[in-house]
């Protein structure tokens, strides 16, 4: 399967001077509103750093070198095709602010790389593009992978210059961050834990009370401590709400531990084998090895379920758009909110019509009352999370007409003109059982 080019270095470049020009804009009506002392001086930081990016290097101790990096980097790249027939040098980026796509692309980079879908014998050459959120998963990438910030000047001259697309990794934003050509089901997890680390990990479960080898689930609910805006408040959750989720785990046997970073409030349910990580134990070592050893990953979003998918763990996923769900995520479940307007429930393919950032917006967007959003009901996750341990532990039975459903419902998803950019060509994470039944005059039309 040759990887779809989702850009190309001018659209990019347009697209990005847009957003910066607009984002400054709005920084800069902000400062007339600053109420707190020093606020205005913040938003004058900002707008300098979207109008001249390079001004984020400026206080960094290698930014002289940087600066002739930046100088020398059209000869250099030049003289890099001129050599490739005798070595074939690449640039890629890693994008370090966003945790999800942080873990994925070095994770299906390294997985193509071993599973022989991408080219061998190539030199790559990586930087992170934005600060890295867990130092833990930092660590892991650069012991895999050359990672350095003097690449940049090297990788954004390339892209403006013939030939672009040979020296370059096949990685966002030109091509898909998703394993969509399926190279997990292929290799092993690439990002790997040391003897040390893991030692310490042993350390860790002991003051949760659990060791090496107790199954359980991780319990992700993004909540307000996640909030970066007002804006971002619409995709935030109270864990407490979800006390019937706990229940029925811990009747199947498995200790819970609710995870996630800068968390609002505790979890204020009570029991031996539930354990609240993310307000009392938060570390970013664990943050990674618990999402990657689970036994299943319960979540409604965020940029932490990527690490469940990248270690090859199962996810039940409630709450999800019907665009970007872990599709490539094997021997998963997913749901999804429904959207309403005018009393009837927006079709499948009304939802594609209505567009992917329209419809993922909608959450966010607190004044609009034109399309009423509606979660799932608790005994549509229960269905999930009783299906999942039913699959775990063999006894469950597909049916053919369930099958006919999954696949009337992926074969209009491929309508979506975006779709091979977010999706491969199979479906791995399935539609849960009852809620694709009970769903099906929206799904299936």
Known sequence: MELPLRNTPYNRLYYLCNRRIKSAYRELNM?????????????????????????????????????????????????????????????????????????????????????????????????????????????????????????????????????????????????????????????????????????????????????????????????????????????????????????????????????????????????PHVIDYGWKFHSDLMDIWLAANCEFFINGGGGLSAVPVAYRRPLICFNYEVFSFWSTSANSLVSFRRFKKNGKYLTLREIIDFGCLEIMRLPMDAKQTEIQIEDQTEQEILDMIDEMISRLNGTWENSDDLMEMQDKFWSILQEWGDFHFWHGEKQLCKVGHNYMLQNQEWLLN
């Open 31 to 271: 400062i007339f509103f600053a109420n707190e002392k020093g606020q205005g001086l913040e938003h004058i930081k900002r707008i300098i750093v979207l109008l001249f990016p390079i001004a984020i290097h400026l206080k960094k101790p290698y930014f002289p070198v940087y600066l002739l990096c930046l100088v020398i980097s059209f000869p250099v790249v030049l003289l890099v095709r001129l050599v490739r027939p005798i070595v074939h040098i690449r640039f890629g980026r890693v994008y370090a602010d966003g945790f999800g796509q942080c873990v994925l692309i070095p994770e299906v980079y390294l997985s193509r790389k071993k599973a022989g879908f991408d080219e061998k014998n190539t030199v790559d050459l990586f930087f992170f593009l934005g600060k890295i959120k867990n130092q833990q998963l930092g660590k892991m990438i650069c012991r895999k992978m050359f990672v350095n910030p003097l690449v940049q000047p090297f990788y954004n001259a390339n892209l403006y210059l013939s030939g672009w697309k040979t020296h370059i990794v096949k990685s966002p934003s030109y091509y898909p961050e998703r394993d969509v050509e399926f190279s997990f089901l292929e290799v092993p997890p690439q990002l790997s834990f040391q003897k040390d680390e893991l030692e310490q990990v042993k350390t860790e479960l002991l003051k949760y009370g659990m060791q090496i080898g107790d199954k359980f689930v991780c319990l992700y609910v993004r909540d307000a401590g996640y909030q970066l805006n007002s804006v971002s408040l619409g995709l935030c959750q109270d864990v407490n709400q979800y006390g019937f989720i706990i229940d029925r785990l811990i009747d199947a046997g498995y200790y819970v531990l609710r995870i996630g970073k800068n968390v609002e409030k505790p979890l204020t349910y009570s029991h």
